[in-house]
Every structure is written in structure tokens, then in C-alpha cells.
């Protein structure tokens, strides 16, 4: 593995529960992005145009770290933080706006 590739944490049980109550194509789509996401550096991460990789100044996780969302899909957001290669999958959120509400 590369040194700066990501590793991906979908342990959450929130992103979980989201994943699991999506239907079929929804599902299909956010997988697919997961696997995309998993052959990419933090640098084309922080860098695709389509991801919209961008901080949530307004929230902060459990131990106080920087929240990021990121499109995941045409339909949904995802919340996520980054601890060293680890990308921490939070949530999913269905618009843009329910991404930077806890």
C-alpha cells in the first residue's frame, strides 16, 4: 500500500444503519464510491473536483477532531475525519445541508 493511500473505517454504527436503509441502486452507488475511494491518495482526495472534499467549521467529532463531508454519491453526503491514513466514515446524509448538522 502506498503511503499516503487511504484506508477506509465504515465501522460506524450511523453510516452503517444509513447504508443498510438505502435501497439497491443507492447502495450500489455509495460501494462503488468506497471502492473508488480506497485506491486514491489523501492528495487526489483532497484534490478531485467531484468529491467536494471540504471542512465542517461549524462541528467537530467526539475527541474534538476536524469533520469533512464529501460526496459520496449524486444523492448523498458522507461525514468523515481523517486520523493518519484513516478515513472515518461518520455518516451518510441524503442533501447538503443535513451534512453539517449534527
Excluded at 438505502?22 to 468506497?34: D, Y
Excluded at 480506497?38 to 472534499?53: A, F, N, P, R, T
Amino acid at each position: 500500500m502506498a503511503l499516503d493511500q487511504i484506508q477506509l473505517d465504515l465501522n460506524n454504527p450511523v453510516f452503517q444503519k444509513g447504508l443498510f436503509e438505502l435501497q439497491k441502486t443507492e447502495q450500489s452507488a455509495v460501494l462503488r464510491a468506497l471502492k473508488k475511494l480506497s485506491q486514491m491518495s489523501w492528495k487526489q482526495i483532497y484534490e478531485d473536483k467531484g468529491l467536494h472534499w471540504e471542512q465542517i467549521h461549524s462541528l467537530h467529532g467526539k475527541q474534538g477532531e476536524k469533520l469533512y463531508t464529501f460526496r459520496i454519491s449524486r444523492a448523498f453526503r458522507a461525514v468523515a475525519y481523517r486520523e493518519e491514513n484513516w478515513m472515518r466514515i461518520l455518516s451518510l446524509n441524503p442533501d447538503h445541508d443535513s451534512a453539517y448538522v449534527s
